[in-house]
């Protein structure tokens, strides 16, 4: 079975600082993906970037990417320049039976 | 336009009572997906149907009966409600794969909040 771990329960990063949240996982299927959502204080689920196992290069869009590394089993998700708004709960989610972690809260400082 | 839309977005009832939730997608997407969101923010899939097939179908009580008449809806009935049950349900639709097997991202509803007293 799949598995996914965010052992983080908490951040904080001050404002324009960079930020990385982790995610390790574990899976036996060597096609996978990974998904990062960002959950607001509003609650709606919102999608922020994808990475695949096979994937040559780690994904990035705009101020996030994914600092990759397939024989760690890790998937952190690093948010550069925060902003207040980043201020949310942060999700990484694995392709196929799609569990999720137990999710990290980020809180941006002024 | 919305894209997933859940109805109700809040619902409060008895404990013992029976309920749905709604959920509909405008996307085309071909799975559809519920979810449950604890009060520790934790997030647990139930069920998944692609094109009306059941894909993923958790360990959940069979008190919760996910219905799909078309690819563009996936109800949830839930009977003899418990106060366990109180907790946010997402609603989700994604293109392509089966179950979750999909490199596309899952299109979330905004939730229902449901509270047993």
């Known amino acids: 079975a799949q598995k996914i771990t965010q052992t983080q329960p908490g951040m904080f990063v001050q404002e324009k600082e960079a930020v990385t949240l982790d995610c390790t996982y574990d899976?036996?299927?060597?096609?996978?993906?990974l998904f990062w959502y960002k959950q607001p204080s509003s609650g709606e689920m919102i999608f922020l970037i994808y990475?695949?196992?096979?994937?040559?290069q780690n994904a990035t869009e705009g101020r996030y990417s994914l600092n990759f590394q397939k024989a760690r089993k890790s998937a952190n998700l690093v948010i550069s320049a925060s902003q207040l708004g980043d201020s949310a709960m942060y999700f990484c989610?694995?392709?196929?039976?799609?569990?999720f972690g137990a999710g990290t809260r980020l809180t941006v400082k002024p | 336009d919305t894209a997933v839309s859940q109805t109700p977005k809040y619902l409060v009832t008895q404990m013992g009572n029976d309920k749905s939730i709604k959920c509909e997608q405008n996307?085309?997407?071909?799975?559809m997906y519920w979810y449950k969101q604890d009060s520790k923010k934790f997030l647990k899939i139930m069920f998944s149907?692609?094109?009306?097939?059941?894909?993923i179908n958790e360990t959940v009580p069979n008190r919760f009966s996910p219905k799909s008449p078309d690819k563009a809806h996936l109800n949830l009935h839930i009977n003899s409600l418990e106060l366990g049950d109180s907790a946010v349900y997402f609603c989700?639709?994604?293109?392509?794969?089966?179950?979750?097997?999909?490199?596309?991202?899952?299109?979330f509803g905004d939730g229902t909040r449901l509270s047993i007293l």
């Open positions: 989700a639709s994604s293109q392509g794969g089966r179950g979750g097997d999909s490199n596309q991202p899952q299109h």
């Open positions: 899976t036996s299927d060597p096609s996978y993906g």
């Open positions: 990475q695949g196992s096979y994937d040559q």
């Open positions: 989610a694995m392709r196929g039976d799609m569990r």
């Open positions: 996307l085309g997407h071909d799975t």
């Open positions: 149907y692609n094109n009306k097939e059941l894909i």
